[in-house]
T-cell receptor, first 113, second 112 residues
Framework: NAGVMQNPRHLVRRRGQEARLRCSPM?????VYWYRQLPEEGLKFMVY????????ESGMPKERFSAEFPKEGPSILRIQQVVRGDSAAYFC???????????FGSGTRLTVV | DAKTTQPPSMDCAEGRAANLPCNHS???????VYWYRQIHSQGPQYIIH???NNETNEMASLIITEDRKSSTLILPHATLRDTAVYYC?????????????FGTGTRLLVSP
């Protein structure tokens, strides 16, 4: 049973470009969570999604960031017009139900140059 | 915001037990205590969780005080691979049950 798969592992974007981060949850998991970890800082919750629905986006920046979890396919975290401050590790986690423990992926390291 | 307090760092000799404390004095009756760890820059790894009874699994033991205001994670025989940042997290209805709120954790260094 494959774990939570995130790709790409590393992503380099120039300022102003778009970044798309993908997360495939574990089989049977319909709850997905995105976290961001800035260099030398802790993990910060961004957004919680169930299939086709955003449940909690209280941690998402108001502009440029969006997330989706379509009926088919992986969850996508999209960052438009990236800036250097977006450079961070982005982790995705999934769970089978909302009050279960999470399983995290290995993360995508975004570098904005 | 995190509802837990942990020491920023601890050291442990390889083969000895590592006892990581956590204070959660404002925990509510329906909130769980979760422990995760993050090795280097990998994704966080679930270790154990509990409500009020002590818990044990293949990785660790969790001891929760009777008043539930603090807990201790015990790694019975620490190895070099246990060097990581350990996060104690309170999770329940009052914290938004779905999300885990990570604090700064305890950086455990296991030395030969």
């Amino acid at each position: 049973n494959a774990g939570v798969m995130q790709n790409p592992r590393h992503l380099v974007r120039r300022r102003g470009q778009e970044a798309r981060l993908r997360c495939s949850p574990m089989k049977g998991h319909s709850h997905v969570y995105w976290y961001r970890q800035l260099p030398e800082e802790g993990l910060k919750f961004m957004v919680y999604l169930q299939k086709e629905n955003i449940i909690d986006e209280s941690g998402m920046p108001k502009e440029r960031f969006s997330a989706e979890f379509p009926k088919e396919g992986p969850s996508i975290l999209r960052i438009q017009q990236v800036v250097r401050g977006d450079s961070a590790a982005y982790f995705c986690a999934s769970s089978p139900q909302e009050n279960y423990g999470y399983t995290f992926g290995s993360g995508t390291r975004l570098t904005v140059v | 915001d995190a509802k837990t307090t942990q020491p920023p760092s601890m050291d442990c000799a390889e083969g000895r037990a590592a006892n990581l404390p956590c204070n959660h004095s404002t925990i509510s009756g329906n909130e769980y205590v979760y422990w995760y760890r993050q090795i280097h820059s990998q994704g966080p790894q679930y270790i154990i969780h509990g409500l009020k009874n002590n818990e044990t699994n293949e990785m660790a033991s969790l001891i929760i005080t009777e008043d539930r205001k603090s807990s201790t994670l015990i790694l019975p025989h620490a190895t070099l691979r246990d060097t990581a940042v350990y996060y104690c997290i309170v999770r329940g209805v009052n914290t938004g049950f779905q999300k885990l709120v990570f604090g700064t954790g305890t950086r455990l260094l296991v030395s030969p």
